[in-house]
């Protein structure tokens, strides 16, 4: 065989054909008193609800543009909420306190909703565009390039500059690692090329200003059999500490083992959430844990946070890739790395792999401002 057939075969990665796929694009953008004056005029703040008129002529306008489009799901968030997107046989739409989950499947779910509370102003407004169709990744320069435009046309009619809107474009592929276990037929293969190489191939060119960040996060469900793997002594108190050290032991091992330098164990209940910064750091807010790395960072370690007092439903591992992660090729070597990292950890934690799962969500991200 061919070096470079080897080298290219080396970059490759199988995943199940069971595999999820979703794309989703968020605009984000400030409301100030110039935008509320051009869309409703005064605010009268003796009315009960001062804000409705504002919201309902601005998700309009919003779903007017995405039908111009041809864009068939639209959400028009403007409560403050962190907002998620996952695939789901069924769609659902599920808010806490701090977010707003959406659940659906991209072939079978369309839908057109705001969420605001009409008695507050907000201080941004998502406009989130969910993809549909049946091969979301194979189509996503498509939809980006439509979403961008729908943007476009949404900052021109409102006013806005295109520097109050900040876009991005995030696009998952999940799948059980040991799906073939439990009898799962075929695989995908990929090579996970950038976003903006894939753009590029379509023609897409993205602005100068682009940032880009790719990362795994896992969730490993704790059941009684991984609880009974470390004896745990409660005589003063519940103590799982003894638990996550183990599990945190065999995730730094099998990461090191395979050259990951970028990770995180949570077991906090908290929702981990990954995001570029050029100051790396981690903060609890409330339901979320905020995760920020720097991609130009080749070896930032691993961070461990647990609650020792509080038994999780699922342990979550973190990879976040760096710059050097990034082959010509893509990202399907930093892929197979993680998942040979992830057979060591259930070697380790005595994995029954046709009956437990290791969810793997693999994330690419973009985001920039229109120049």
Known sequence: MPISRTRSAQHKVYIPSSARENQYLLAKFNITEQLI????????????????????????????????????????????????????????????????????????HCSQNAYFDASKQASKI???????????????????????????????????????????????????????????EGNQVHKLRSISNRYAADDISLPHNTDELTYAIVDMPINRRLRNLVELDHSEGENYSPLYNYIADAFISAAKKHQLNNGAVIANGLVPIVRRSDDEN??????????????????????????????????????????????????GKFLIQIEHALQSIAQKLEYINDKEELTVRFHQHIGFYQE
């Open 37 to 108: 004056e051009k869309i409703s005029g005064p605010i009268d703040h003796s009315n009960q609800q001062p804000f409705l008129a504002f919201y309902k002529k601005l998700s309009a306008l919003f779903f007017k543009i995405n039908e111009e489009l041809d864009i068939e799901s639209g959400q028009f968030v403007a409560n403050d909420k962190f907002t998620r997107i996952r695939f789901s046989p069924e769609k659902l739409t599920a808010q806490t306190k701090q977010q707003i989950l959406f659940l659906y499947n991209s072939r079978y």
């Open 126 to 184: 998502h406009l989130v565009f969910l993809s549909n169709g049946d091969d979301v990744r194979h189509n996503s320069a498509i939809f980006h390039q439509k979403v961008v435009q729908a943007i476009s046309k949404f900052t021109e009619q409102t006013g806005m500059s295109t520097q109050d809107v900040r876009i991005s474009d995030h696009q998952h592929l999940t799948y059980d690692l040991f799906a073939k276990d439990k009898g799962i």
């Open 282 to 331: 981690t903060i609890a807010n409330g339901e979320l844990f905020m995760l920020g790395y720097n991609p130009k960072n080749t070896s930032g370690g691993y961070i461990c946070k647990w609650a020792a007092d509080q038994l999780v439903d699922n342990v979550q591992f973190v990879f976040v890739a760096s710059e050097q992660d990034k082959t010509s090729h893509g990202f």
